[in-house]
T-cell receptor, first 108, second 115 residues
Framework: QKEVEQNSGPLSVPEGAIASLNCTYSDRGSQSFFWYRQYSGKSPELIMSIYSNGDKEDGRFTAQLNKASQYVSLLIRDSQPSDSATYLCAGLNYQLIWGAGTKLIIKP | DTGVSQNPRHKITKRGQNVTFRCDPI?????LYWYRQTLGQGPEFLTY????????KSRLLSDRFSAERPKGSFSTLEIQRTEQGDSAMYLC?????????????FGSGTQLSVL
């Protein structure tokens, strides 16, 4: 069964520090990966997409992909209390396969 | 606001009643997805359309669920004879399938509570 695994957390990070979120996947056919942020009671919001090995940076966010090890990560620099949310990782082959999300708490 | 609109935002119904949800995607998007999400879980795929054609439906989906996308614009999701286990957030997402990586944009969701 194709799966995307995430630690459910909560992951607690002090304000201003780097938050590191990880995701592993089992489907080697997955070519593209996505990080979505979801606030409580709200719908998922796309933050980053990545499909090449290595790093991709967008503002305070950096996505990392290692296809050989089958993991994806999201780094959030200079963490802010507004970054507190659940972060969902998803892999795309012919269909999106979703992880259950990691709850991130940024402590002021 | 992603531009994907869902109505209603909340729906409370009694067990055994039928409910219908509506989704209006981003106008130029040709794909429309329905997902269901419960607390602490990622979105669960239900079905998707490319234009007006329903291309895939989850094998786990009960035949009480049906979706339509007439004319390839808005979509409706109907649940017949609702059960308490149907209580969840129902999410609609749209995307533009073409060249490049397909990215999904979600609506605000419809929270269904079956009493």
């Amino acid at each position: 069964q194709k799966e995307v695994e995430q630690n459910s957390g909560p992951l607690s990070v002090p304000e201003g520090a780097i938050a590191s979120l990880n995701c592993t996947y089992s489907d080697r056919g997955s070519q593209s990966f996505f990080w979505y942020r979801q606030y409580s009671g709200k719908s998922p919001e796309l933050i980053m997409s990545i499909y090449s090995n290595g790093d991709k940076e967008d503002g305070r966010f950096t996505a990392q992909l290692n296809k050989a090890s089958q993991y994806v990560s999201l780094l959030i620099r200079d963490s802010q209390p507004s970054d507190s949310a659940t972060y969902l990782c998803a892999g795309l082959n012919y269909q999106l396969i979703w992880g259950a999300g990691t709850k991130l708490i940024i402590k002021p | 606001d992603t531009g994907v609109s869902q109505n209603p935002r909340h729906k409370i119904t009694k067990r055994g009643q039928n409910v219908t949800f509506r989704c209006d995607p981003i106008s130029e998007h040709n794909r429309l997805y329905w997902y269901r999400q419960t607390l602490g879980q990622g979105p669960e795929f239900l079905t998707y359309f490319q234009n007006e054609a329903q291309l895939e439906k989850s094998r786990l989906l009960s035949d009480r669920f049906s979706a339509e996308r007439p004319k390839g614009s808005f979509s409706t999701l109907e649940i017949q004879r609702t059960e308490q286990g149907d209580s969840a957030m129902y999410l609609c997402a749209s995307s533009l399938r073409g060249t490049g990586v397909e990215k999904l944009f979600f609506g605000s969701g419809t929270q269904l509570s079956v009493l």
